[in-house]
């Protein structure tokens, strides 16, 4: 199982992550990552390629995108 | 430092390394990406801003759980988490962080900043000169920890400002051996844990407020399922504490020294705030404050075709990174408009500063109260100076002088919750 987790100390809302995997990555009102904070959150494995790509294009390093058996 | 090889003589704290920073930076970023130094018992030197952030985000091979600089003495009393602990053991206590200290929630936080920045500038704002270290830079931070997050009186912050100086920022003294040096950082850091610690027993006795105090007490669990242990949730406030006192001085100081040198940047960030955000970027690249934080190799590696060997420490640079000609033109100017599409100046990766958000706060409301409120702002006589301990760069002092202004009313209970 592939998951991932957003820094909530260091989402500065550039927004690339959506732009770059809307169906994993979402904006909150303020354009924050919609589960920053909230832990790890479940990526379906058809979006894992997506999810890598947003969190390599992070420009502050908040995400984490891990597997697991 | 001119006349030894970089290559295999490189020494963090080389005299005369914080006065030509320019130009040895320069020479490494183009000659020697990964240096070796004999000093302090050894370490290794990484300047680019790629194999930076390469060793950076890559925690299961560098380590952190070893100490954030060559001679930290092991000594258990007085440790920094989660800077010195690896991931998953580590993301819970920045989730436990990261709660208190993104960027929407220490936005709450801009009325208090800008009533102590005011109640700061007011102190010298009449006399139209200022020693802007001693009475602002160096001020502000230890009133956002103490004031702004834990309401502890300002009274007290003289004697952690000195402890944590001892343990952060004071150089390598002339003659002084690794050891000793290591010991008497050791010592600073015992005294701000003593401090922290009687501050900690105090508030677990009180009704909980719902701060990042009484989340840090509430605490995580460990790797093996057990509640962390009391120490470690002192190393945690030790590490909130630590990671923002000498380093957001550095860059308010650099602000200021950017401000009084160059007067058209000045005039155009009056005209148009829409330049602030961006400019403040630059500054915290330029005048980055982490001189270099360490890493240890767990196995055998090669970083940049170079060597590596299990147990040794790399030195991440990021304060030169942040000068890569690769990454940027003419690196050594200050460009207030250029892009900055990511800023290495807090780090990469797991560790990157959580506190990064109010370095930045920090940084905007001075900028714009300075601009509103002080004019014709110039370098004055005296001695402007930088030094550096290993990990940080620290300004030991900045005379400016201004045309006199008005002293304002001040309320320092402003946004209180």
Known sequence: MAKYMVDEALCQAHGKCYAIASKVFGPDSDGYEKDAGKGWVEIPPERLADARAAESACPETAIRVIEED | ?417
């Open chain 2, 1 to 417: 430092m001119k006349s030894v090889d970089y290559e295999t003589d490189f020494d963090l704290d080389a005299p005369d390394f914080p006065e030509s920073f320019d130009e040895i930076s320069e020479e490494v970023l183009e000659k020697c990406p990964v240096v070796h130094s004999a000093a302090l018992g050894g370490y290794k030197v990484v300047f680019r801003d790629e194999d930076i952030r390469t060793v950076a985000k890559d925690w299961q091979t560098f380590s952190n759980r070893f100490g954030y600089e060559p001679n930290r003495n092991g000594d258990d009393n007085a440790r920094l988490f989660p800077l010195e602990i690896d991931p998953p053991y580590q993301a819970r206590w920045r989730s436990v962080l990261g709660t208190h200290l993104g960027a929407r929630t220490v936005a709450l936080k801009e009325p208090s900043i800008r009533a102590h920045v005011n109640d700061l500038l007011n102190g010298f704002i009449e006399a139209g000169e200022c020693e802007f270290v001693e009475q602002y830079a160096s001020q502000l931070p230890g009133r956002m920890f103490f004031s702004t997050f834990l309401h502890v009186p300002l009274e007290d912050l003289a004697y952690v400002q000195k402890a944590t100086d001892e343990a952060v920022s004071i150089p390598i003294a002339e003659g002084e051996s690794a050891e000793e040096y290591g010991a008497r950082r050791q010592a600073g850091w015992n005294r701000v844990a003593e401090y922290l610690e009687e501050y900690m027993r105090r508030r677990e006795e009180e009704p909980p407020r719902g701060d990042i105090v009484d989340s840090i007490l509430q605490g995580v669990e460990m790797e093996d399922g057990e509640p962390a242990p009391w120490k470690h949730k002192l190393f945690v406030m030790l590490d909130v504490l630590a990671g923002g006192m000498t380093t957001t001085t550095f860059v308010l100081a650099g602000l200021a020294h950017f401000l009084a040198t160059h007067p058209e940047d000045r005039e155009r960030l009056k005209a148009d705030p829409s330049l602030h955000t961006n400019a403040i970027e630059e500054l915290l690249r330029y005048y980055a404050s982490i001189l270099a934080l360490g890493r240890t190799a767990m196995t055998d590696t090669e970083v940049a075709g170079h060597q590596v060997k299990k147990g040794e420490m790399l030195m991440l640079a990021y304060s030169v990174g942040c000068r890569d000609p690769k990454i940027y033109e003419n690196p050594n100017e200050i460009i207030i408009d250029r892009p900055i599409t990511s800023n290495l100046a807090f780090g990469w990766g797991s560790h990157r500063c959580p506190g990064n958000s109010i370095a930045r706060l920090q940084m905007r409301v001075t900028l714009e109260e300075m601009l509103r409120r002080i004019d014709d702002l110039q370098l004055a006589e005296g001695v402007s100076s930088i030094s550096h301990s290993t990990v940080t760069r620290n300004w030991d002092s900045l005379p400016l002088k201004f045309t006199p202004g008005a002293v304002e009313s001040v309320d320092l209970d402003a946004g209180r919750r």
